[in-house]
């Protein structure tokens, strides 16, 4: 026969760890379905192997400017494996690639603010952030990409930029001025 503790501790111990490891499985599932048109995973490429958890990985992502039609960024970051990034607690690192290019005629919206964010996904559990933004350079005719991470209280300098020039596309030769296009 079993005897239970009378002194309170342990019994529920197991309850509190089964919640926990169920929460961080659901939460970066629900971060990734909140985001609008969230990205599309184009690869994965194992950097670190892990023997019975999930490697280490760069990962590349795509996303369409849902301001700017005609734009598509592509952006690469470190993922973590082992049990924290299986159960999504890892803090994942601030290094990111990003590269912007035109894909069709750029058609822009709507007005837009100089740093106006494209896309932002959540890095860790509570406080990072990668954000992508955009910006238009008026005396060149260029949208300006930059994607860097921040925390509540201090974000990371590293930060990786991308242009696009606004270009005639097939037999449309109206190219838009992205200086028209700017919030005063």
Sequence with gaps: MKRRRRDGKGGSGW???LGLAAFSLLAPAATG??????PDLIFRKSTVWKMLTPDDTLAV?????????GVAC????PERGGIK?????????????????QVGPITIK?????????FSE??????KRMQIVRGCDA????????VYSDKLIDGSPQNSTSSVPIMPWGVNTNVQNCAEWLKK
């Design 15 to 17: 309850l509190i760890a």
């Design 33 to 38: 379905a909140m985001a609008q048109n969230g």
């Design 61 to 69: 992502y795509g996303i369409d400017d849902p301001v700017v039609e």
């Design 74 to 77: 592509h952006y690469t970051l």
């Design 85 to 101: 990034g299986m159960f999504g607690v890892a803090e994942e690192v601030s290094d990111v690639s990003l590269s912007c290019r």
């Design 110 to 118: 709507q007005k837009f603010e100089q740093g106006e964010v494209v």
């Design 122 to 127: 959540r890095r860790s559990l509570v406080f």
């Design 139 to 146: 005396k060149r005719n260029v949208l300006v990409y930059l």
